[in-house]
């Protein structure tokens, strides 16, 4: 069977606890998955399919638990040939042009490596959605054939 990563970047918590849902609610239905608040490169490239749930930090930064293999991952650029993906962001529309910046720029990376996107990005407003975890969870019971088959 295929294991799923999923790659939480969290400042204060909640996208690491929209991660957890996510989670518990794939292993309940048999899917083998794995999260990761603590990346490297090598989850990436031996992950059989990726799911990164992301908030923004500042001006659309990247987390701090994930700035390093951001880094590492332009500076590598290992081939993710064909790796299905999906990228859920969190973030705050109030932010204007950074809103949900982490999320586009690990989308962005991953499209470069030449994963492959199984869907467009979630963007996830925190002015419009007071329980993230539901939207990310129901989004993801309907990609989820796609990233596992």
Do not use: R
């Not at 292993?27 to 990164?52: C, H, N, Q, R």
């Not at 990247?62 to 590492?72: C, G, H, Q, R, Y």
């Not at 042009?97 to 869907?119: I, T």
């Amino acid at each position: 069977m295929a294991t799923l990563k999923i790659i939480a970047g969290t400042v204060y918590g909640n996208a690491q606890h929209v991660a957890e849902q996510v989670e518990e609610h794939l292993a309940s239905k048999g899917v083998d998955v794995e999260l990761e608040s603590d990346p490297s490169v090598d989850d990436f490239t031996g992950a059989d399919a990726i799911l990164v749930i992301t908030s923004t930090t500042g001006q659309g930064d990247i987390p701090p638990n994930l700035e390093f293999v951001f880094s590492d991952l332009k500076d590598d650029a290992p081939s993710l040939e064909g790796k299905p993906f999906a990228v859920a962001a969190l973030g705050d529309s109030s932010y204007g042009e950074s809103f949900c910046g982490a999320g586009k720029q690990f989308h962005a990376l991953l499209s470069e490596l030449q994963g492959n996107p199984v869907a467009d990005m979630l963007e996830v407003d925190a002015i419009e959605t007071l329980e993230p975890e539901k939207d990310v969870v129901e989004w993801v019971g309907g990609i989820s054939d796609k990233l596992v088959g």
